[in-house]
T-cell receptor, first 110, second 117 residues
């Protein structure tokens, strides 16, 4: 059974810092991995999707890497801003299912 | 980009009543739709997967007679919470995917918050 874990569970930092959010999964037989952002009481916004054959994806200040063999992904946020405050979820795709991680609650203060 | 809507966005009901939540893919045909439940400060848990025109596949521990799922068309899936109780209060999110295989992207709806009194 696929299990997805995210570390840290919560993070509070001053703006401007570069951040690293970690995601690990137990079954490396995945199709892809996705990072999402969720604001309080809202749905999900897809940030980055990495196919199993890819090593990383970049979008603006965000960079996500994938090491499928070791079951790890990292989301790197450069020059964090208060508007980045949200919960970040990673999810891995096994066949037709997305299995979500436990999430990292990020707060960036001015 | 692909848009998925949910209706209603929030609902309050009395214990024992049934509540229907709609999930629509607005600009694409969704062969598969997924229903998730999220309790406060927890992650999303998959409840069931539905394919158009066939019965939904429920995850272990999810009561199919309590959470009725209908995927009547390629753009609409409904989740009915029957005889709702306070413990069913949660945030319900649907997602829709197109195509087959492992490479498709799921597009998520904005969620429906259910409060059962």
């Amino acid at each position: 059974k696929q299990e997805v874990t995210q570390i840290p569970a919560a993070l509070s930092v001053p703006e401007g810092e570069n951040l690293v959010l970690n995601c690990s999964f137990t079954d490396s037989a995945i199709y892809n991995l996705q990072w999402f952002r969720q604001d309080p009481g809202k749905g999900l916004t897809s940030l980055l999707l990495i196919q199993s054959s890819q090593r990383e994806q970049t979008s603006g200040r965000l960079n996500a890497s994938l090491d499928k063999s070791s079951g790890r992904s990292t989301l790197y946020i450069a020059a964090s801003q208060p508007g980045d405050s949200a919960t970040y979820l990673c999810a891995v795709r096994n066949t037709d299912k997305l299995i979500f991680g436990t999430g990292t609650r990020l707060q960036v203060f001015p | 980009g692909a848009v998925v809507s949910q209706h209603p966005s929030w609902v309050i009901c009395k214990s024992g009543t049934s509540v229907k939540i709609e999930c629509r893919s607005l600009d694409f045909q969704a062969t598969t739709m997924f229903w998730y439940r999220q309790f406060p400060k927890q992650s999303l848990m998959l409840m069931a997967t539905s394919n158009e025109g066939s019965k939904a596949t429920y995850e272990q521990g999810v009561e199919k007679d309590k959470f009725l799922i209908n995927h009547a068309s390629l753009t609409l899936s409904t989740l009915t919470v029957t005889s709702a109780h306070p413990e069913d209060s949660s945030f319900y999110i649907c997602s829709a995917g197109s195509g087959a295989g492992g490479g498709e992207t799921q597009y998520f709806g904005p969620g429906t918050r259910l409060l059962v009194l």
